[in-house]
């Protein structure tokens, strides 16, 4: 029994053939491309200058954008404050407050 990796019912010559279409094709698209030039772009004498004003809502988030990249985003005493507490056994959690936390955070 002889399988046929190219599928059922497809000759040699099939395949040859649209091997054939699809080289005709390309050829006739790049044809058409070479046929049809990109249009040329104006001078830079004729080109006009082009002014953007930003909002002062786009001004302020610059500026809000530019602090916020500046922070480390980390509160260094929190982070020693529980630091302390562990180490002198006085940190404690409450499961039942972490776990809502964590379902909400999952969105259940």
């Known amino acids: 029994m002889v399988n046929d990796i190219n599928g059922p019912n497809t000759s040699s010559s099939d395949l040859i053939s649209s091997q054939k279409r699809a080289q005709q094709r390309s050829e006739n698209k790049s044809l ?3 046929a049809n030039p990109p249009a040329v772009e104006q001078s830079s004498a004729e080109k006009k200058p082009v002014s953007v004003e930003l909002s002062q ?5 610059k500026k809000l ?5 500046q922070q480390d985003g980390v509160d260094s005493e929190r982070v020693q ?6 180490a002198a056994g006085r940190y404690q959690v409450n499961a039942e407050q972490l776990a809502n936390k964590l379902l909400d955070f999952e969105g259940f």
Not at 57 to 61: K, R
Not at 65 to 69: G, H, I, N
Request: proline share 0%.
């Open 32 to 34: 058409e491309q070479s």
């Open 57 to 61: 809502q786009a001004q302020d988030l």
């Open 65 to 69: 954008q530019a602090q916020v990249s």
């Open 81 to 86: 404050q529980i630091k302390a507490d562990i």
